[in-house]
Nanobody, 119 residues
Framework: QPRLVESGGGLVQSGGSLRVSCVAS????????VGWFRQAPGKERERVSC????????DYLDSVKGRFTASKDGAKNTAYLQMNSLKPEDSATYYC????????????RGQGTQVTVAS
């Protein structure tokens, strides 16, 4: 059964860092672009980042450029989103999804991990 499982969320102070992970099982992440999305209560879903199937290309939401970095580890079949200089407005449920670059749509997504940034 193909699955995506996120982890690494939590509570962090403003200015802090977190790295969220997305472990794939039942298929190879190397065959897909991986997008990170977020959604806060009462707000629309945002595409935060996308990394291409090979990892050669990345794309980011303007508000996270320079602060967030997406990556993939083929050996671990895992994708990561490193989040630095976090702000309260980054608080949301973050989930990973697979698709085609630049991840405008997706084929499958995980359940998400909660990120809360305290001011």
């Amino acid at each position: 059964q193909p699955r995506l499982v996120e982890s690494g969320g939590g509570l962090v102070q403003s200015g802090g860092s977190l790295r969220v992970s997305c472990v794939a099982s039942g298929f190879s992440l190397g065959s897909y672009a991986v997008g990170w999305f977020r959604q806060a209560p009462g707000k629309e879903r945002e595409r935060v980042s996308c990394i291409s199937s090979t990892g050669a290309r990345t794309d980011y939401l303007d508000s996270v450029k320079g602060r967030f970095t997406a990556s993939k580890d083929g050996a671990k079949n895992t994708a990561y989103l490193q989040m630095n200089s976090l702000k309260p407005e980054d608080s949301a449920t973050y989930y990973c999804a697979i698709g085609v670059f630049p991840c405008s749509t997706f084929d499958r997504r995980g359940q998400g991990t909660q990120v809360t940034v305290a001011s």
